[in-house]
Structures are given as C-alpha cells and as structure tokens.
C-alpha cells in the first residue's frame, strides 16, 4: 500500500499493546486521516482496556472513537471462551495443555470475522478503504483469526464489492509482541495506558497467557512494563 496519497482509515482498537502501538503507527508514520476509532463491547468480562483505547484514541487526536456495543455475542458464545463475563474461568499459562496453545480457553468464537466485517461495512459506509487491526505473532500460543491466512482469505471476500472495496491491513501479523513494545517505545506511547490482562482486577494477575506473554515482551525489549502485577 503506497502512503503517498495518505487517505483515510479505520483502526480497531481493544486498548491492549497491539492495537494501541497499531493505532499510533497508522496515525504517525503512516500518516492516515481522517482516522476513525472503532472499539467493541462484545460481552467481555471487564472495561479496562476500552478505558485505555478510548485514551489512546484521545492521544493520537483521532477523527472519531466508536465503541460498538455487540454485547448480546456474549450470550450466544459464553460457554465456549473465558473471556466472555460468566464463561470458562481464566486459566493460568502454565495450565495449558501444549495441546491446547493452537486454539486456548482464551479464544472468542469467530471474533475477528465478526469485529472485521462490522469495521468493513463502517468504512465502506464513510468513504474509507483502510481497515486495520493488530494481530500479531503470538509467541507463546496462537488463533486461526489472527494469521496470514486470515487476512488474505477475507480480503478475497471483501475484494468481491463491486464499488467500494475496504482492504484489511494488519502490519503486525508476522511480528512478535516485543516488536509491538520497541515500536510503542519509539513512538512515545504510554503503556501505562494500556491493558493486557484476561481478568480485569485491580491489578494484571501476571500468570494469565496474555500476561505471561506481555511480560515477556517487555523483558525482551529491556523496558519495565508500567503496569501494575499481582504476581
């Protein structure tokens, strides 16, 4: 995608690690605009992190922040995620059967085919081309709605539009998580502003798979996670 034209663009934002640094590399290096915020309330057990994306999106001065309220999802998948409030328990990392990394308790049913067609038809609807969001490498575990494969196989979907084609965009779908931290870092974001933990306490339990591998990231790229742990 050529940035010398810099249009538009949608930009899913969670107001974890990824989507924040996504959020302020689409809006400073690559210099989209308007850009247009889209946050979902999908039945999540906790609003910690759409507290933070609704800061980040206040940081980088986006044009619009959304937050879409597709709650009832909650209801017809709880018994099959642990991040849907009243579902499966959070597991600890070191819980998991190595069986179970390809496709954790953690995964949400279809979540991104949903999140991503729901962003599509936005933009479409606003004269935007540009959909981006933040899946990434997962060093530790991985989801089937987070890969190459993914992205290229919706993109065949959504290049059947007849008139006005959206393009999913997801620069940090070959990257680990502690390129998302460097990247964060050079760019200024506060990851203090930012949330990770599958629980949603006072403070990030630290043993949780998205915990451990945050964690990690951030030992990796030898800078001291801001937020605060349990463990």
């Given amino acids: 995608m050529s940035n010398d034209t810099?249009?538009?663009?949608?930009?899913?934002?969670?107001?974890?690690?990824?989507s924040s640094v996504l959020l302020?590399?689409?809006?400073r290096n690559l210099k989209h605009a308007p850009l247009h915020v889209l946050s979902f309330n999908y039945g999540q057990r906790h609003?910690?992190?759409?507290?933070?994306?609704r800061w980040q999106a206040d940081?980088?001065?986006?044009?619009?922040?959304?937050i879409i309220d597709i709650s009832f999802m909650g209801g017809l998948v709880r018994g099959a995620s642990a991040l849907i409030s009243g579902g499966k328990s959070v597991p600890e990392f070191a819980a998991l059967a190595p069986s179970d990394l390809d496709q954790p308790p953690t995964?949400?049913?279809?979540r991104n085919m949903i999140l991503l067609s729901i962003a599509a038809a936005y933009a479409e609807a606003h004269g935007i081309r540009n959909v981006f969001?933040?899946?990434?490498?997962l060093d530790e575990y991985g989801y089937w709605d987070c890969t190459t494969d993914f992205l290229e196989r919706v993109n065949a979907v959504l290049s059947l539009n007849r008139r006005e084609r959206v393009t999913v965009h997801a620069p940090f779908i070959e990257k680990k998580k502690v390129d998302s931290v460097r990247l964060g870092q050079e760019l200024g974001v506060l990851f203090t502003h930012t949330w990770s933990c599958y629980r949603g306490e006072e403070k990030a339990c630290g043993v949780c798979p998205t915990c451990v591998e945050r964690l990690k990231a951030f030992h990796e790229a030898g800078i001291e996670d801001p937020v605060p742990y349990e463990t």
């Fill in 133 to 137: 969001y933040g899946a990434q490498a």
């Fill in 6 to 18: 810099p249009t538009g663009a949608v930009v899913l934002v969670s107001g974890g690690i990824d």
């Fill in 47 to 53: 609003s910690k992190e759409i507290d933070c994306a």
């Fill in 59 to 66: 940081a980088v001065d986006a044009d619009a922040h959304r």
């Fill in 24 to 27: 302020h590399h689409v809006a």
């Fill in 107 to 110: 995964y949400v049913p279809n």
